[in-house]
């Protein structure tokens, strides 16, 4: 290729990071190693999870030699792609640019086989790295991509980072035993590459609680950089009790640039919304938001790493990352809080009549609906047959409540000390029966626990 053209290309011939030290991701570097027999790598998450970080210790650790692109969105244009990625394999081995620097825009057809050949003849093998692979829309441009890992020589990878599941036969690569993948899960730091990384941010480590950092950030690298700023912000200290929310300030600005602004309105809507829900599935997203089709939105944001991630290999429950939701619930609650009230309502409404009598306490507490939060709490601690099963004749009428049960400022009178309710060693958020001595139990925060009964006694798990 012309030098003029490898200028004008050299800013995305290697890679992106930042100035920061980096923290070194020594279990994954061995797995890439490892994993030198099969063609295909792809490293797939949302921002902020170290995707291009990885990739560049890879290139820095291994023997072979790596050739890299940026992909940025001109490439959608098949010639510019092809330029791009001579440019790339050039530095793995040199490539007859006679076709490509010729007048007009070279055909696929005529260089691909050039560039597949370039790097099938190379004395030792190579990785090419093409990194935001997720900004590669058009066909034929994605097509010039599966074709060239036709043309990989034993030893040699092609490995691609992006942000979501890009429109290539992975599926089929994966049945061959010809993929191997790093996902979020994967790219989550542990305890002690997260104590590195608060080190560095000038957090003294010895005095903070980094597993507690660790699960509040379910080890999201960009969000323990933050957690970083925050700890680290009047010098050398301890951590306070919350080491990161989802309101931080650095926080919020990130995930608005780096993910929100990037998707449509009604995705950031859905998003929104849903936010209200512990676990996500297409029913109940369908019942609370009033609306249709949130299984395949649900399905399609889990593939585009939007920090929604699946719970099962069926695809019927997604949860959203927690300092994600938090972002988004506290966005909600702030802009329309009697919304937030109204979806909270519809979800215990959805989990009552679907066999999830646990959550319908909890959203109905949160949108402060007490007589249905006491009516599920009833049927949850009586048996169900019973002298005081609602229903009984001994009970009344269908829907009365037994005596001695309260619920927020809701109260029926006791008729003795027989009944009897434990959450943990305490009560159960704003519902319990009067205790003994008298005195009721005040109303606390959401719960957080799970219940199990016997009788008339429930106990909490965690």
Sequence with gaps: MTSVSVLRLEPRLQPHLGGDAQVPRAALLDRLQASSRTPVAAVLAPPGYGKTTLLAQWAERDPRAFGWLTIDRRDNDPSVLLRSLAAA???????????????????????LPRLGSALSLAPLPGVLVLDDVHLLHNRACLDVVTGLIDYLPPGSQLAIAGRGEPPLP????????RLVEVGPEDLAMDCAEAGSLLAQGDVDVARV??????????????????AALS???DGRRAAPAAPLAGDDRFLVDYVQFELLSRVPRRLVSFLTRCSVL????????????????????????????????????RGQWYRLHRLFRELLRGQLERREPALAVELARRAAEWCEGN??????????????????????????????????????????????????WSIGTRAWPSSGPGSTWSLGGRPPPS????????????????????????????????
């Design 278 to 313: 512990e676990r996500l599935s297409g029913p109940l997203c369908d019942a609370v938001l009033a609306t249709t089709g949130s299984a395949d939105l649900l399905e399609s944001l889990s593939r585009s790493n939007l920090l929604v991630t699946p719970l099962d290999r």
């Design 170 to 177: 992975l599926a089929r690569l994966r049945a061959e035993g």
């Design 209 to 226: 609680d980094v597993a507690e950092v660790v699960r509040r950030t379910e080890g999201w690298p960009v969000a323990l950089r933050f």
């Design 431 to 462: 519902v319990g029966p009067t205790p003994p001595s008298g005195r009721r139990p005040t109303a606390t925060a959401r719960p957080t626990g799970r219940w199990r009964c016997s009788g008339r006694r429930c106990a909490g798990r965690g």
């Design 89 to 111: 394999i050039d530095r793995i081995e040199p490539v007859d640019g006679e076709a490509l620097d010729a007048p007009g825009a070279p055909a696929v057809d005529a260089v």
């Design 355 to 404: 066999g999830s009598p646990e959550a319908a306490v909890e959203y109905a507490i949160a949108a402060g609906d007490a007589d249905r939060a006491a009516r599920v709490v009833v049927d949850l601690a009586l048996p169900p047959t019973g002298p005081c099963r609602r229903g009984s004749s001994s009970a009344g009428s269908a829907g009365s409540r037994p005596t001695g």
């Design 231 to 233: 700890l680290g912000a």
